[in-house]
Each structure stands twice: as C-alpha cells, then as structure tokens.
T-cell receptor, first 111, second 115 residues
Framework: EDKVVQSPLSLVVHEGDTVTLNCSYE??????LLWYKQEKKAPTFLFML????IEKKSGRLSSILDKKELSSILNITATQTGDSAIYLC???????????FGSGTRLLVRP | DTAVSQTPKYLVTQMGNDKSIKCEQN?????MYWYKQDSKKFLKIMFS???????INETVPNRFSPKSPDKAHLNLHINSLELGDSAVYFC????FGAGDKDGYTFGSGTRLTVV
C-alpha cells in the first residue's frame, strides 16, 4: 500500500531558528512530491518536485528530493512566527488522480 | 474571485440526517476531488472526477455519493450521517492530475460536525 510518512509530528522553535522537516514515501511509480502549508483553512501549495526538478527554493524555504532514499526535506531558514502552520507532504504515484498525504508536521515558531 | 469555492463552510447536523456539500471551480480544470481531513489533520482522498467521470472511489462507504453535473462542479451527498463522519471535507481541482506546476488548488473546506 502506498504510504507517506512525515517527521517530526510537531516542532517548537524560536524565531530565527532553522528547521528541517522530513518526508519519506513508498509509492508505486513515483511521479511527483508536493509540499503544502496549511494554516487555518485550505492547504496552500509550496513546491512540487519531480525527477527532473529535485531542488526548489523560494525565499527562506527550500526543498530537496532524494529519489534514491525515497525522501524529501523542507528547510525553513530564519523562521518567523508567520511560518507557524502544518506542513503537509504529498506524493503522486501510479494514479495521477490522487495525492497520498502524510500526517503533517505541526510547526510552532515562538517570538 | 474564489478559485475553488465550497458551501457551506460549517455544517452541524444530527446523526441519521442526509446532507450535501457543494463545490465549484472557475479555473477551467478538468479534474476535481473530495478529500477528508480528520481530527489529526490527516488528509485522505475520497473521490476523483475527470471531466464528469468518476476515476477514483477510495473505498468510501456508499452513504457518500458524489455527483458532477459538469466539469466545474462536484457535489457530495451524505446519507444517514454518523458520528465518525465529523471532519473537514476539502474539495480540490487540478488541470490534470497533480502533474502541473501548481499542483492542486484546494477549497477552504467544510467543517462537518455530526451530533
């Protein structure tokens, strides 16, 4: 059965810290891995990583895909209180018509 | 303009009732989805539709019946509601699967509480 596992489940840091969130997956015919940020409502898209694009960066956020290790990390540098959210990792496998989500990492950034 | 809109945002109802949640997207996407997010924030696919055709039914009880009158709408009807149906239900759409640079676009969710 396809599976996505995220760690840690929760994390508390102080503003300015750097954090690394982990995502590992077991899926049939991997196509892409996506990271989302969920605050109070809908998940919002951060990055998509595929075999042809294994590293993405946007401001203080960056993500790398390790296809050999079947995993990805999401880095956030110089964290701010506004980074507090649940970060979801999802993988598109054999079926293009669904995403398999991990349970998320709940990040709390304290002032 | 809201890209993926769901109504209602909140729904409180008694066990045994029947309720519907509506979803509309104005992005011109071909594919629409229903996801369920439980109290532990775990998002799980329920249904996928592509151009009004059911593609995925992820072993959801048949009390849940999706309907797609056209590719811009995907509604979810739930019969005989149970306590375990309490969750946040997210509608989403994508151009074709998730293989597009912007991935899925989610609606803001419908929080269903069954009492």
């Amino acid at each position: 059965e396809d599976k996505v596992v995220q760690s840690p489940l929760s994390l508390v840091v102080h503003e300015g810290d750097t954090v690394t969130l982990n995502c590992s997956y077991e899926v049939t015919n991997f196509r892409s891995l996506l990271w989302y940020k969920q605050e109070k409502k809908a998940p919002t898209f951060l990055f998509m990583l595929t075999s042809s694009g294994i590293e993405k960066k946007s401001g203080r956020l960056s993500s790398i895909l390790d296809k050999k290790e079947l995993s990805s990390i999401l880095n956030i540098t110089a964290t701010q209180t506004g980074d507090s959210a649940i970060y979801l990792c999802a993988v598109e496998g054999q079926s293009s018509y669904k995403l398999i989500f991990g349970s998320g990492t709940r990040l709390l950034v304290r002032p | 303009d809201t890209a993926v809109s769901q109504t209602p945002k909140y729904l409180v109802t008694q066990m045994g009732n029947d309720k519907s949640i509506k979803c509309e997207q104005n992005l011109g996407h071909d594919t629409m989805y229903w996801y369920k997010q439980d109290s532990k924030k775990f998002l799980k696919i329920m249904f996928s539709y592509n151009n009004k055709e059911l593609i995925i039914n992820e072993t959801v009880p048949n009390r849940f019946s999706p309907k797609s009158p056209d590719k811009a709408h995907l509604n979810l009807h739930i019969n005989s509601l149970e306590l375990g149906d309490s969750a946040v239900y997210f509608c989403a759409s994508s151009p074709f699967g998730a293989g597009d640079k912007d991935g899925y676009t989610f609606g803001s969710g419908t929080r269903l509480t069954v009492v």
